[in-house]
């Protein structure tokens, strides 16, 4: 008797632990390639970087043991006993042997770990699928895994990568990585470019106005071609070589509407907090209008917590009125902008950006901005802003970052 109460125990217990335990959301595909501090860089090559054109990098770059003189195209600026250097093409910092500790010991401690997870992504094992496609993967809709080939892989038209934001894929490739022109990498389903790894042995080249998405590792060289876009990490044993590119951790080329996330217009307050000197109010009831502008955020792509955000900027009575000159008007001025503007700059033409975005009108995020008012400040709710007008042209990437294509866009419209 004793025994059978035992059992009958175990099994409440388990049934018990069934129900009131958290749900763990297990992630499809192979563990993730741990990048260690290499991760802190969107380019990093032991061999040196190269740009020729009006290239966009968001996020710090570096090279080791390769010497500063080997980052070319970039007109850095390196105050005297200095940490990092500066440029016009990149919003981050440019790291380099050679500068102010603690930089030479940090860019030894990333090029490491780069090699470490290269090899560690070169050498896993258990393939979801081996040889796919006999190389050429152009047109496939893969989910997360891990593929192997002994040969080159080629793309020639689109791949989607189809799964949730957990989810990882690695693509081991023993030969060169080659993605043809105007040719994308599309993430659905919530797939993140942070969980896709790249290990390439051969040469890396990615078409002229191709979009790339992924972490790539390669053993040789990284080529991106002119106007091709990267949205991950260019992580190279060599050269990195860029031709009036953008590449950004930040951004993924996703062109399926989110899922709208409703928030209960009923007793709905928001919490949110400052973290830029684009104040944000609290504890607000939504109204009607902010329930519809959310949803808009929402449909941009944009994170949940800080569309909830921006919202409470947005008052029922608000409108574009403020600002009468036209968007003609300001568009010539952006247009004549040289320097690439993104979160954190602060000046005078940050102005003029935030002017034009609230005379376009393009929706909540401009509206947002309008009842902010104008600043000389990049915060998050002008980066919204231009998201939102860069979404509704059709610009991509949609990135919230005032660069070369954008000032062209603008020029030619």
């Known amino acids: ?61 570096g090279v080791s043991p390769a010497e500063a003189t080997y980052i070319t195209g970039f007109g850095l600026i390196l105050p005297a006993l200095n940490a990092y250097s500066t440029s016009s093409l990149v919003t981050g910092k440019v790291y380099a042997p050679g500068y102010a500790v603690p930089t030479p010991a940090n860019l030894t401690t990333a090029v490491s770990n780069m090699e470490t997870a290269y090899t560690d992504g070169a050498g896993r094992t258990n393939p979801t699928a081996t040889e796919l496609g006999a190389g050429n993967i152009g047109g496939m809709t ?6 192997k080939w002994g040969t080159g892989v080629t793309i ?16 081991q490739i023993a030969q060169n990585l080659n993605i043809s022109s105007a040719t994308k990498i599309i993430l659905s389903g919530g797939a993140k470019a942070s969980n896709v790894f790249w290990i390439v042995a051969g040469q890396t080249t990615i078409g002229t106005t191709a979009v790339f998405n992924g972490n790539i590792l390669d053993q040789t060289a990284i080529i991106l071609n002119t106007g091709a876009t990267l949205n991950g990490r260019a992580l190279a044993q060599t050269a990195v070589t860029l031709d009036s590119n953008v590449v950004t951790v930040q951004a993924i080329y996703n062109p399926v509407v989110p899922v709208v996330v409703v928030v209960p217009l009923v007793n709905t307050t928001v919490s949110g907090t400052s ?16 329930q519809q502008s959310y949803n808009q955020l929402i449909s941009l792509g ?89 979404k509704s042209v059709g610009i991509n990437p949609s990135v919230g970052y005032f660069g070369p294509t954008t000032r062209a866009y603008i020029n030619a419209h």
Not at 142 to 147: D, E, T
């Open 142 to 147: 893969l989910a997360p895994g891990l593929y």
């Open 1 to 61: 008797m004793k025994k059978n109460n035992s059992i009958i125990f175990v099994l409440l217990a388990s049934l018990i632990v069934c129900f009131v335990s958290p749900i763990v959301v297990i992630a499809a595909g192979p563990a993730v390639v741990n990048l260690g501090s290499a991760g802190n860089f969107v380019i990093l090559s032991k061999t040196g970087i190269s740009t020729t054109g009006a290239t966009s990098i968001i996020g710090d770059i």
């Open 302 to 390: 944009v994170n949940p917590s800080i569309a909830l955000n921006a919202i409470n900027l947005i008052t029922p009575t608000t409108s574009v009125s403020g600002i009468s000159t036209s968007a003609s008007y300001f568009g010539q001025q952006v247009g004549l902008i040289n320097a690439n503007l993104g979160e954190g700059v602060r000046n005078n033409d940050v102005k003029t950006l935030q002017e034009f975005l609230i005379a376009e009108n393009k929706g909540p995020a401009a509206q947002a901005l309008t009842s902010h008012g104008t600043t000389t400040y990049f915060g998050f709710l002008t980066k919204l802003a231009l998201v939102e007008f860069q």
């Open 275 to 290: 973290n830029t000197s684009e104040n944000l109010l609290e504890n607000q009831t939504l109204t009607s209008q902010q």
């Open 156 to 171: 020639p038209t689109d791949v989607t990568l189809s799964g949730n934001t957990n989810d990882i894929w690695i693509f």
